[in-house]
């Protein structure tokens, strides 16, 4: 009696002290894990937490009567002293349990499939003194689908059981007294489902057990706004495919490109596409787009930041458009809205005039003011004044002071003009002997004509010399005899004073003026005696005035007649003479004009129609509304094209940070850009080592002028250059990621199928820009692919060279290093036809390289070896689970005929559809089976005739795919002849050019057993 009544007092102490040890360890617990403290990822939407519930959660337990193994209870408060609930059972010591407890009814809301997760604590049964009932270690999760809530009416048979839930980890007694925690988390996943909502059923079998909380949610994809397009709360429909969503651009701007991106079904967006730009007048802030601030403009459509007003003009409103000038300042119509506004210069200075008899040279100084433009030029105005002489004068913003003075005629001469000058001399000639002049110059620049009433000039006032009279220009002969002529002669145009007389100079031809005559005539004709018949005589005339003698006239030829021809002097011999001279004019340009008119039509005609182009400055060509690539080589000064297409940047803006490689012509540096009123950007710089060549230099910038024509988000960005100081540098947008290969080596295998057709989309969208511009890129592979960190992809590299070495061994020479053979299309090899088809060749193996991480395309094989196997029809083979949608672009790229290679807006077309459809990438290419040097197509005279089974399987162990027949054997033609693709595709027959020749010769051998031998 002794003895029992001991055991059963320690059977009682026992299991008295588990279970206070039990509920210790269960209230340590839960204070341990605040329910505030939690927080949950954005995509993830809560439709049941226990720990969040303030009140008593009402869940229903069943047996409700008796001792309840599971029991809800307040175990402890958390920091912010909010009641903490658990769920516990610990009923190890009887027999045969089944104990439930049901959850409220949850509403699934939008969800298709939920996720369960539980946080509970199990006791190790071994754990336990004296168990006398059956100890588990798990508990069951259930659930039941209704329209409605069923409130507390409850079933065991109408629940479906989700899984069993077993414990990771589970505590002992002695973890209890040392406070070790060993709590456990399991998530489980139901659906899909149908219903309104659903109850969540916890069953337990005789386990030692604390669920301290409940969480049920499922995923969506949350609201977000990118490329300033919002995207709504979107939950995924099932597991199998991805949820299109088409983004709204944000108040205040347009699409570019129509926005829309994917959601997975693990609530993640993928693959974002178009973006939206800023109105004018907004810019972006906080992803969305905000006016501008007052002081601040922005007149095109983007995302750039809104710039401050230029110098002297402003904006008073948010959201201007442009900001307007001050007083007094002006902006001309040609001006752009970033340019400061401006206002008309002062006055030209220093005015110093210099005569010399009827003509003045003027001279002047720059205006000391030049209103804050460039394009200063100046305009002089001459008037004639009336009255006495005056002496040389100046002055500024007037002139003439109180003479009466009128414009001068139109026979006043300006050299080299008298508007538009852009140097500060001029010479005015043919004007008046001893008379005042007044010379207005007013200096003007592109916004003098807004300013009318703020015109500056400065004046000078002259009275010229006396002169003599200008040639004798117009002389005619009025009769010839064989010893006279008589002539005739015009006034000189400026006589400068009364003419007294003219003197006559003539002597033979022959003679040379070592003898000559002179006569003087009071008028303006003169018969000229004595003269030699039918001999050649030079005639020259001068007039005098009291200033003098003017200039001779040129020199005059008439002849004498003969003694006994035709006289010349008659004057129907004349007409006769004119007559004929005007005939022979008339034919000769008629002939001239026909010539012109015919070579031009030639030329026409021989033209291409794809030459025929629109001639722009520097001898560059560009297509009549489109824009096009211009080449920077046609350029006389290289160093235009680089001003012309890329901007110039000053060295203070940039600071370099670390060398981060070294290129052809120096080092290749990560920095930082900080223009004014612009927010500081990382850059990749570029620069030109020292000691350098004219050429080198020319090299350099090449590349910096054909990035500057292109503007498109897969296409790197130039920001600059920087030519003015040294070191000489390029500056791009800063790729983090650097080069595609690279980059996709260093992380092998860790992107999603989606993501990178994602990659290869943005090239095919660059490469598709390029050609439309009509630029043939030459070098596309994907070490020339550069990667951000939003995995976006841009085509860099654009300094090939044209030049093609002899060497079978040797590639094609670029300013960056050398492209291999095994990047180029056979016709560009060949006969170096570079064309946007050789770059779709190229863009098959960039295709290649990427689903192979980063492989080198035809692994070790030489160059020469590449050449003659591509030549001979061999293809890479698909790498390691390549969709075959992928493999077949692959492939069409790959044709030998330029002509039937997709066009890069195709492959765009291609690649989308397949975004839209991933499904379609989960089909792979086989590789198992496949020959290691797989031809495509070749010609039916490789195939041979056939006799018999033996005859046609040594045919076929000849041919390119004769390692899939190795160790094949058929009994019989009508065997073989039985043969179908799918068995061509199990001996490693997989591309349909040789299947379908196989099985056209099978069938010949067929018809040779059935009426004899016929050629395949």
Known sequence: MDCNARSLRTLISSRFFFFVFFFFFLLLLSCLIPASAIVYPPNEV???????????????????????????SISGVDEHYTPIRTFQVCNVMEYSQNNWLRTNWIPRQSAQKVYVELKFTLRDCNSIPLVLGTCKETFNLLYLETDEDQGSHFREHQFSKIDTIAADESFTQMDLGDRILKLNTEVREVGPMTKKGFYLAFQDVGACVALVSVRVYFKKCPYTVRNLASFPDTVPMDSQSLVEVKGLCVNHSKEEEPPRMYCSTEGEWLVPIGKCLCNPGYEERSNTCQMCRAGFYKSALGNMECPKCPPHSVSHHEGSLHCGCEKNYFRADGDPVSMACTRPPSAPRNVISSINETSVILDWSWPEDSGGRRDITFTVLCKRCRGGAVNSSSSSGGGGGTQRCEPCRGNVRFLPRAAGLHNTTVTVADLLAHTNYTFEIEAQNGVSPLAPKMRQYAAV?????????????VIRKAKTSRNSVSLSWQQPERPNGIILDYEIKYYEKEEQETSYTILRARGCNVTLNGLKANTAYLLQIRARTAAGYGASSPSFQFETSPDSAFSISSESSQVVLIAISSAVAIILLTVLLYV???????HSKSKHPDEKRLHFGNGHLRLPGIRTYVDPHTYEDPSQAVHEFAKELDASCIAIDKVVGAGEFGEVCSGRLKLPSKKEICVAIKTLKGGYTDKQRRDFLAEASIMGQFDHPNIIRLEGVVTRSKPVMIVTEYMENGSLDSFLRKHDAQFTGIQLVGMLRGIASGMKYLSDMGYVHRDLAARNILVNSNLVCKVSDFGLSRVLEDDPEAAYTTRGGKIPIRWTAPEAIAYRKFTSASDAWSYGIVLWEVMSYGERPYWEMSNQDVIKAVDEGYRLPPPMDCPATLYQLMLDCWQKERNNRPKFEQIVSILDKLIRNPGSLK??????????????????????????VGDWMDGMRTLPCKEAFSGVSYSSCDTLAKTSTEDLKKVGVTIVGPQKKIVSSLKALDSHAKNGPVPV
Do not use: M
Not at 56 to 72: A, D, K, Q, R, T
Not at 461 to 473: C, D, F
Not at 596 to 602: A, E
Not at 934 to 940: E, T, V, W
């Open 46 to 72: 809560n439709l049941l937490d226990s720990k969040a519930s303030q009140g008593e959660l009402g869940w229903i337990s069943y047996p409700s009567h008796g001792v309840s193994i599971l029991s809800h």
């Open 461 to 473: 006032t002259i009275t010229t010399n006396q002169a003599a009279p200008s040639p004798v220009t």
């Open 923 to 948: 089909i792979t290419a086989n590789t198992t089976s496949r020959p290691a040097n797989l031809l495509l197509d070749r010609s039916s005279s490789e195939v041979p005739s056939v006799g018999t």
């Open 596 to 602: 012109l008119i015919g070579r031009f039509c030639c």
